[in-house]
Every structure is written in C-alpha cells, then in structure tokens.
C-alpha cells in the first residue's frame, strides 16, 4: 500500500492522537495504530499468530513516516493562503498546542474561499466564521492532498520567530538573577519566565493599539510581516 494513500484528515487525527496517549508499552501504541488502521477489533488482532501479526505490521509500516509534502493548492473550493495576518498568525499558533486535535481547523485557517477585486487581485475571506463548523469541511479530504500546507505554515513559522527572534526573546540582563541563590536549573528556568513575561501577543496587541480596544480588529488585519518589520523599526531607532 502507497504511503498514506486514502488515509483521510480525520483518520490521520486518530492516528497522531495516539501520541498523545500514555500506552503501557509500545505494542499496544501498534496494536491501536493497527486497529484504526485496518478497522479492525484490538481484540481481534491480539489474537493473530506472530507471523500474520509481523506481516500487518510491515505492511503499514509507513505510518511512522510523514505524509507527502507536495499538496494540493485548491482543495474542496477551499484555496491555500500563503500568507497571514497577525491575527490568523496568532489563532494558528494556538491551534498547534495541540495538533493532534486541532488538525482540521488549522486547515480551515489555511485553506480559504477567496474573489478576485476589481483589479485582479486576490481577496480572501476574513476569519470570521466558526470553526467549529467549517472544519467538518476537512475531515474526509485525503491527508496527502493537504498535509504539506501545514508543513508550509510551519516552515514559514519557524523562519519567521528566527528572523525576529530579538523580538520574541529580548535579552536577559544577568543582573536580574541572583546566582547565589540559584542553581543552574533554576536560573534557566528563570530565565525562560522572564523571556516570556517580555513577550505575549496579548500584550503586543494592547501595546499596539494603545490601549484602545476599538482598534484590535484593525491591527489584527494586517500582514504579520508589516507588523513586525514596524516594530524591529521601533526598536532598532527606539521610536
């Protein structure tokens, strides 16, 4: 069987939900793998002869590699959205603290109904449906046809928190830590509350917008990348 082949959205959730699991050993992880699977009763499976068991094993032994990269830009009606909004940019982030469950409405922030303006360009719908319901748009869609736009996001996440990594993770003044008191541990444990206390996108927001909670929407429109080249321009001139 072809890698991932006819393997849906909400087959894969099941299947990187597993790894959420604390299973008892690593055969029972298989014997779960297994019986979504093949659709089969653990109890069933249990009760093959270590030969037929071996041989199912090999057989979906691909489920432990990553799906296809190459994805499918239109999917359902649904375009892929290659760039994001602070606001989408945030909402993402929090959806991948949990992936596992999260899977198909991170793909409903990805792929989107867009029009074309009076000029050609593309316009795609704001972020202002429910969730909830649109992600029921994602669950029998072929997991190869669209596990590559996440990875995109994620490639463009992890570029970006490193090309503004002086604005996610301000320096730490030493002084600040008494190291007399702390053991190396604790110190960086203090020191990763401290990052983190410095950054929040709770606080950049309200920074951002003043205070001024009528503005929230209008920032949150805008391109993360203009944002954030306003405030390393911010820093760098300390305007």
Known sequence: ???????????????????????????????ERLSILTDTDIEE?????LSEFSKLTKEYAWVKSAPAKNFKQEINGFHFKEWYTLGEFIDLNHLFENEAQNFD????ILFRVFKQDEWGNRVFEPLQFDLEQRKHEFKDVLINDCFGGVV???????????????LFNPPIEN???????????DIKAEEEEKKLSKFSW?????????????????????????????LSMKQTYGI
Do not use: C
Request: net charge negative; no cysteine.
């Open 1 to 31: 069987m072809k890698a991932w082949h006819n393997v849906t959205v909400e087959t894969f959730m099941e299947l990187r939900g597993l790894e959420t699991i604390p299973f008892d050993s690593p055969f029972d992880l298989e014997l």
């Open 45 to 49: 499976l249990q009760n093959l002869d």
């Open 105 to 108: 409405k991170i793909l409903s």
């Open 152 to 166: 995109f996001f994620v490639e463009f996440r992890d570029n970006f928190l490193k090309v503004y990594e002086n």
């Open 175 to 185: 002084d600040e830590l008494d190291e007399n008191e702390l053991d190396q541990e």
């Open 202 to 230: 709770e606080r950049l927001i309200f920074d951002l917008s003043g205070g001024d909670l009528t503005k929230v929407d209008q920032l949150t429109d805008l391109p993360i990348i203009l944002v954030f080249n306003m």
